[in-house]
């Protein structure tokens, strides 16, 4: 009986360091660290990441240093408001910034006909690098709606979920793929005349093993008005952002808890048994 308990103490104290070095893997890169470039109509406080604006193109970008092109990035969008009623208006999602050209790859969730990608910045403009489709995404997103969005990169391949759905599963051109390895801004949004609300902010990756303090970023200045067809190049200053409280984070249950309670059960299972038999031989 003694052998019995000792092993399954074993295998308790194995579940939980198991499911500790889980945790310790995925360490979420938005924290108290991250800063933002951004306009003046864009603002990242208490973990919330909002665009204000709702009558021009805004885009924001999150600092992530040692951020490689290998990333896991995920949040839950809010539409607050609309400049005007044009259907191509919605979320973009930047997935990557040349920082020499300016030029940067959005996927497009649009607010009534369907997902796409486009390239714009730095006086380029090239629509439909992924064509505009509802195949896997027909739903109207009016003010007031959310949806949950996960970007999964791996070089020029990108996956897009929305809600838990695969709605694009492509691989880019290399030419599209702007992602600047040695540049910390490489992510964050570009919104379309669109006023959103951003929570539970998280991006994954395995090559960063730690977020570095942030380093002090210079403001370059401000350049030429943009076209109609593009979104602003003011370049924003840097503006260090604050972590997410308990309350953004969601009702997730902790891997740790989860392998505590089956460990426990998994004694008391054997423990039932093991009684059971010695009283069928007594």
Known sequence: MKKIFLVLLATLIFAMSFSVHGEEERVNLIN???????????????????????????????????????????????IIEYGDDRTPNGVRLCVGYDVDTGAYLNL???????????????????????????EHFDR??????????????????????????????????????????????????????????????????????????PTETPVPEETETPTPTEAPKTTP?????????????????DPFIIAVIVATLVIISVTVAVVVIRRKKN
């Open 32 to 78: 108290e660290h991250t800063e933002t470039l951004e306009m003046i109509d864009a603002e990242f406080d208490d973990g919330v990441f909002r665009i204000t604006n709702p009558n021009k193109p805004v885009l924001a970008l999150f600092g992530i240093p040692g951020l490689t092109n290998n990333y896991t990035w995920s949040g839950d969008v809010k």
């Open 140 to 213: 109207i997103l009016d003010p007031g709606a959310e949806f949950h969005f996960e970007v999964i990169k791996n070089g020029t391949h990108v996956i897009l979920k929305i809600d838990g759905d695969v709605v694009m599963d492509y691989v880019f051109p290399e030419e599209y793929d702007y992602f600047t390895e040695d540049d910390d801004y490489q992510i964050g949004f570009h919104a379309e005349k669109c006023a959103i609300e951003v929570r539970n902010l998280a991006v994954y990756c395995e090559d960063v093993e730690i977020t570095p303090e």
């Open 237 to 253: 200053t840097p503006k260090k952002g604050k972590p997410a409280t308990e309350s953004d984070k969601g009702n997730e249950v």
């Open 108 to 134: 497009i969730i649009t607010r009534s006909i369907g997902i796409a990608a486009e390239v714009r910045g730095g006086g380029t403009y090239i629509p439909d690098v992924y064509k505009l489709t509802k």
